[in-house]
């Protein structure tokens, strides 16, 4: 019973492609996030969308979409994949000051 | 813009050694978060502070917020091999709402 669940854990594509990363959560949580950790681990939040809606894009290239069907799935779609794109990418949601992560997408692009 | 310092980056121990890393924020934050990574894991959230001066415990764990609420602090008595990972703090800020992390420790600790 994962609690905020993404597919696929690992994705290996080549430069050019466009590859989509599904994120779902049981939790009834309002907000949800995407999240790129470098091999640094840094951690950089990309979207959050609340309740359907776009609340924070932090200047992440227009190649990058989310989008959301319903509160429940925040579905990040990629087009034109760079090598410097290659990361892990979590997502993420909250209710209140609480937030849980998905196990997170291992993407390279080669 | 709005950042959170970590250190250390990287801390190597012996297991049974203490362990401490430091959260500091350049401006006052409403709360601080603290999360542990597992290699090859995800961020799990561990604990919320939110007044100032305020101290908790988990075990072997103490979470310190900083009476100013700029800055936080994690010690672990006694690491076990158990505790390897990355520790990351996240404050919100006071001004804008947002969860902002700092760069994560990565502890090690040898058997």
């Known amino acids: 019973d994962t609690a905020v669940s993404q597919t696929p854990k690992y994705l290996v594509t080549q430069m050019g492609n466009d590859k989509s990363i599904k994120c779902e959560q049981n939790l009834g949580h309002d907000t949800m996030y995407w999240y790129k950790q470098d091999s640094k681990k840094f951690l950089k939040i990309m979207f959050s969308?609340?309740?359907?809606?776009?609340?924070i894009n932090e200047t992440v290239p227009n190649r990058f979409s989310p989008k959301s069907p319903d509160k429940a799935h925040l579905n990040l779609h990629i087009n034109s994949l760079e090598l410097g794109d290659s990361a892990v990418y979590f997502c993420a949601s909250s209710q209140g000051r609480y937030r849980g992560f998905g196990q997170g997408t291992r993407l390279t692009v080669v | 813009g709005q950042q959170v310092m970590q250190i250390p980056q990287y801390q190597h121990v012996q297991e049974g050694e203490d362990f401490t890393t430091y959260c500091n924020s350049s401006?006052?934050?409403?709360?601080i978060q603290w999360y542990k990574q597992r290699p090859g894991g995800h961020p799990v959230f561990l604990i919320q502070l939110v007044k100032s001066g305020e101290v908790k415990k988990q075990k072997r764990l103490t979470f310190q917020f900083g009476e100013a609420k700029k800055n936080s602090s994690l010690h672990i008595t006694a690491t076990q091999t158990t505790d390897v990972g990355t520790y990351f703090c996240a404050g919100h800020s006071s001004n804008t709402g947002k969860l902002i992390f700092g760069q994560g420790t990565t502890l090690q600790v040898k058997p």
């Open positions: 401006t006052t934050l409403s709360n």
């Open positions: 969308y609340n309740n359907k809606e776009l609340i």
